[in-house]
Nanobody, 120 residues
């Protein structure tokens, strides 16, 4: 069964850094390849917001508040992607979710979520 497994959340002081990891496991190596890899975050009472995206070809985009501080990377061969978060602010505190979608498919796979807490 195809699923996404996240790791790397935790507690960090303001100004610190943290790296999140996501791995696509199961039968992702069969069928259509992954077309994009994303990170979202969500705080209580708010909608999930896009933090960063990287396509299979390597094109990236970032949410406005994280530009210049966060970096998304991916490894197409191992089906792993990462979110390097630098200069973290308390406002970055949220549950972070990885997501992925296969080329030519509408279904979106989601990770289980990992808590990131930035202390002031």
């Amino acid at each position: 069964q195809a699923r996404l497994v996240e790791s790397g959340g935790g507690l960090v002081p303001a100004g610190g850094s943290l790296t999140l990891s996501c791995e696509a496991t199961g039968n992702f190596f069969n069928g259509n390849p992954i077309g994009w890899y994303r990170w979202y975050r969500q705080t209580p009472g708010n909608q999930r917001e896009l933090v960063a995206e990287i396509t299979r070809s390597g094109i990236t985009q970032y949410g406005g508040s994280v530009k210049g501080r966060f970096t998304i990377t991916r490894d197409n061969a191992s089906l792993k992607w990462y979110l390097q978060m630098n200069m973290l602010w308390p406002e970055d505190t949220a549950v972070y979710y990885c997501a992925a979608q296969r080329l030519g498919r509408s279904y979106i796979y989601w990770g289980q979520g990992t808590q990131v807490t930035v202390s002031s």
